[in-house]
C-alpha cells in the first residue's frame, strides 16, 4: 500500500496476463497485469501486454468490481516471435476483457504509433459497436487528459 497525501492508500494488486500465445512466457517471460484501487477510489484494471482475455475473468470476485479498464491493445505481432502471433490483444480480445471485467469504463491504448502493431483503435470500435459495448468505450485523444 503506498500512502496518500489525504491519508489513505493505493493498493497495488498484480493479476495473471500472458503475453502472446500459450506457452509464450517460455520466450517471452512472465508478464503482470494489475488492479489499483483503495478507500474512496475507483478500481483501476491495467492489463499490461496480455493477449489472454481469459485470464482475467475471476479478476471481479478476487478483487471486486472494477470501475475503470485500461487496456493495451493493437494486436502488436513481430513476425520472428511465436510464428507472428499476436503478442497484444486484438479489437475482439478488448471487446471481450470489457464483458468479462463488466466495466463501465474501457480505454484502449497502446495501440497506434509501432510498426508492429496488427491492428488500430478503429478495431476496438469496431469490435465494441458489433458486440453491443461501444457506451463503455472511452477513446483517449493521444496528448490530451481523459477523465472518466
Same mark, same amino acid.
Given at each position: 500500500?503506498?500512502?496518500?497525501? $489525504?491519508?489513505? /492508500?493505493?493498493?497495488?494488486? %498484480?493479476?495473471? /496476463?500472458?503475453?502472446?500465445?500459450?506457452? +509464450? =512466457? #517460455?520466450?517471452? %517471460?512472465?508478464?503482470?497485469?494489475?488492479?489499483?484501487?483503495?478507500? %474512496?477510489?475507483?478500481?483501476?484494471?491495467?492489463?499490461? $501486454?496480455?493477449?489472454?482475455?481469459?485470464? &482475467? *475473468?475471476?479478476?471481479?470476485? #478476487?478483487?471486486?468490481?472494477?470501475?475503470? *479498464?485500461?487496456?493495451? *491493445?493493437?494486436?502488436? #505481432?513481430?513476425?520472428?516471435?511465436?510464428?507472428?502471433? /499476436?503478442?497484444?490483444?486484438?479489437?475482439? %480480445?478488448?471487446?471481450?476483457?470489457?464483458?468479462?471485467?463488466?466495466?463501465?469504463?474501457?480505454?484502449?491504448?497502446?495501440? =497506434?504509433?509501432?510498426?508492429?502493431?496488427?491492428?488500430?483503435? +478503429? $478495431?476496438?470500435? #469496431?469490435?465494441? /459497436? +458489433?458486440?453491443?459495448?461501444?457506451?463503455?468505450?472511452? &477513446?483517449?485523444?493521444?496528448? &490530451?487528459?481523459?477523465?472518466?
Amino acid at each position: 500500500m503506498l500512502p496518500r497525501p $489525504d491519508g489513505g /492508500a493505493l493498493r497495488v494488486s %498484480g493479476v495473471p /496476463a500472458r503475453h502472446g500465445p500459450e506457452g +509464450a =512466457e #517460455r520466450v517471452l %517471460g512472465d508478464v503482470t497485469g494489475f488492479v489499483l484501487d483503495g478507500d %474512496g477510489l475507483p478500481r483501476v484494471y491495467l492489463s499490461g $501486454d496480455n493477449a489472454a482475455p481469459g485470464l &482475467v *475473468a475471476d479478476v471481479p470476485e #478476487r478483487l471486486g468490481p472494477v470501475d475503470v *479498464a485500461i487496456v493495451h *491493445a493493437g494486436a502488436a #505481432r513481430v513476425p520472428t516471435i511465436l510464428d507472428g502471433a /499476436a503478442l497484444t490483444l486484438g479489437g475482439a %480480445g478488448v471487446a471481450e476483457v470489457a464483458r468479462l471485467l463488466r466495466a463501465p469504463v474501457v480505454v484502449p491504448v497502446h495501440a =497506434e504509433g509501432w510498426a508492429h502493431f496488427s491492428e488500430s483503435v +478503429a $478495431d476496438v470500435e #469496431r469490435a465494441f /459497436a +458489433a458486440t453491443g459495448l461501444s457506451g463503455v468505450l472511452r &477513446v483517449p485523444t493521444p496528448g &490530451v487528459p481523459l477523465v472518466v
